[in-house]
């Protein structure tokens, strides 16, 4: 069955140090994975996903994510916090053969000190 | 683009009332999704559709119905709310098998 880990239920970062939220996962198949934020009383807003090729995977607002096959995770890193990147991040995975059904993560709430 | 559009924002409900949740989405996408959220918990699939006339069970479709009959629109229907359906509602859309794209949610207490 498909399953994604957040292991982390809160990160806490300071400004301008560089932040990784953790996710790992487990398909039969090949994945395809996911990264969304959501800011309070928002819904969920796509940051970036891996398909196929590059395993360093660059999305929206200065994110990116590596995708290793041997750990089994897609870590979202950024290499330098804002206090507005301060929201909850959800990992979410799906077979790359299968249908429709995304898995979600528990979600990790990022939390970026001034 | 408006992108995908849910209404209510929030609403109160009463045990055993019912309503209906709205969602569109103008993007023409044939793939759309209703996912609850709880607190501190990721996102459940409640029913999903792959295009008009069509739609089927997620993960958790006890409670609720769906219909499909127009691309645009995917409505979800709480018949008898329980106090176990208090949540946060989104709807999502996709045109193909992959990135989906969130509506701002309905909050739904059911007292």
């Known amino acids: 069955a498909q399953s994604v880990a957040q292991p982390e239920d809160q990160v806490n970062v300071a400004e301008g140090n560089p932040l990784t939220v953790k996710c790992t996962y487990s398909?039969?198949?090949?994945?395809?994975l996911f990264w969304y934020v959501q800011y309070p009383n928002r819904g969920l807003q796509f940051l970036l996903k891996?398909?196929?090729?590059?395993?360093l995977v660059k999305g929206s607002y200065g994110f990116e994510a590596e995708f290793n096959k041997s750990q089994t995770s897609f870590h979202l890193k950024k290499p330098s916090a804002l206090v507005s990147d301060s929201a909850l991040y959800f990992c979410?995975?799906?077979?790359?053969?299968?249908?429709?059904?995304?898995?979600f993560g528990s979600g990790t709430r990022l939390l970026v000190r001034p | 683009n408006a992108g995908v559009t849910q209404t209510p924002k929030f609403r109160i409900l009463k045990i055993g009332q019912s309503m209906t949740l709205q969602c569109t989405q103008d993007?023409?996408?044939?793939?759309m999704y209703w996912y609850r959220q709880d607190p501190g918990m990721g996102l459940k699939l409640i029913y999903y559709?792959?295009?008009?006339?069509?739609?089927d069970k997620g993960e958790v479709p006890n409670g609720y119905n769906v219909s499909r009959s127009t691309t645009e629109d995917f409505p979800l229907r709480l018949e008898l709310a329980a106090p176990s359906q208090t949540s946060v509602y989104f709807c999502?859309?996709?045109?193909?098998?992959?990135?989906?794209?969130f509506g701002p949610g309905t909050r739904l207490l059911v007292l």
């Open positions: 999502a859309s996709s045109y193909s098998k992959e990135t989906q794209y």
């Open positions: 993007m023409n996408h044939n793939y």
């Open positions: 979410a995975v799906r077979e790359k053969d299968s249908s429709y059904k995304l898995i």
């Open positions: 398909v039969s198949g090949n994945p395809y």
């Open positions: 559709s792959v295009g008009a006339g069509i739609t």
């Open positions: 891996y398909i196929t090729g590059d395993n």
